[in-house]
């Protein structure tokens, strides 16, 4: 695991962009597996720049998001989907058909939606390179603490505070869902790279408990720990309760001094 801890979010957010272009300038069509919340804006805001300044298309890109809410359409504002265009895909030549969701409007379907979305994964010979952002409680997608760390894609139930601390962002008279669909941490786990990005105080005790902490359901961010290829971006907030930030400061500059 590379964690990479930066002066502010910006900065982590032309890091991540970065990344995904360096991604795309090596393999166009490659599949990128996208996160929602209000960690990866700044990040899609950077590479809408770079669509922008010609340095990167999405033309032969696919995208899988982590989760949907059960029962949004894709025009109701709350809904993952809207959230994807409004952020990123409106702004970029990415092909419409070529972005992919856990769409599940019908609870009860959600068996089907879930071995769907897995085999989509599979034809598409999986995830290039998945971002992630962190929860308070340690989730990754909508996998909430005691979700099996080798789960696939399915029906979760929301925690009390997962739906509280997104409720900031629905308005009175929406309701707010319960229930999501969600890639499982196996499903998760299965992507080549991964790449967390955290940034605010807020994140700083699942961010610990992520990186430093026992691998462990109860937080499930820290199966990462696992994974071969993972790099973690933090801004100072985020990375404040880390013990061992001297020694990944030293990886970092080893790092820049070999490239
Ligand atoms: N399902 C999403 C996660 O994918 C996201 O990482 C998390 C954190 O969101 P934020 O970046 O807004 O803190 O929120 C939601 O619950």
């Known amino acids: 695991m590379e964690v990479i801890i930066f002066e502010n979010e910006s900065l982590v957010a032309k890091r991540a962009a970065s990344m995904l272009a360096d991604l795309l300038s090596i393999k166009p069509s490659a599949v990128l597996g996208l996160a929602t919340g209000s960690t990866p804006i700044k990040t899609y805001q950077e590479l809408i720049k770079k669509f ?6 999405f033309k032969d890109v696919s995208t899988f998001n982590l989760d949907e809410y059960v029962g949004l359409k894709s025009d109701n504002k709350q809904s993952y989907q809207y959230f994807m265009r409004e952020q990123l895909f409106d702004f970029i030549d990415i092909q419409l058909d070529n972005t992919h969701f856990p769409i599940c409007l019908n609870a009860k379907e959600n068996q089907q939606v879930a071995e769907n979305y897995e085999a989509i994964i599979n034809a598409k010979m999986g995830i290039d390179l998945q971002l992630l952002g962190i929860g308070h409680n340690g989730h990754i997608g909508f996998n909430e603490p005691s979700s099996s760390l080798a789960s ?18 629905f308005e009175a008279g929406e309701t707010q869902p319960t229930m999501a669909m969600t890639m499982g941490i196996g499903t998760i786990m299965d992507a080549n790279h991964i790449l967390l990005i955290a940034t605010g105080e807020g994140k700083a005790e699942a961010v610990r408990n992520a990186i430093e902490g026992a691998i462990s359901a109860s937080c499930p961010a820290s199966i990462l ?4 290829h993972v790099t973690v971006l933090l801004d100072k907030n985020s ?7 001297a020694y990944y400061q030293r990886v970092a500059e080893q790092v820049k001094e070999l490239n």
Not at 52 to 57: A, P, Q, T
Not at 158 to 167: A, H, P, Q, Y
Not at 225 to 228: F, I, R, T, W
Not at 239 to 245: D, G, K, R
């Open 239 to 245: 990375a404040s309760l880390l013990q061992n930030t």
């Open 152 to 169: 696939r894609t399915r029906l979760k139930t929301l925690t009390r505070s997962t739906i509280e601390v997104n409720s900031r962002l």
């Open 52 to 57: 922008n300044n010609g340095e990167v298309s």
């Open 225 to 228: 720990q696992m994974h071969p």
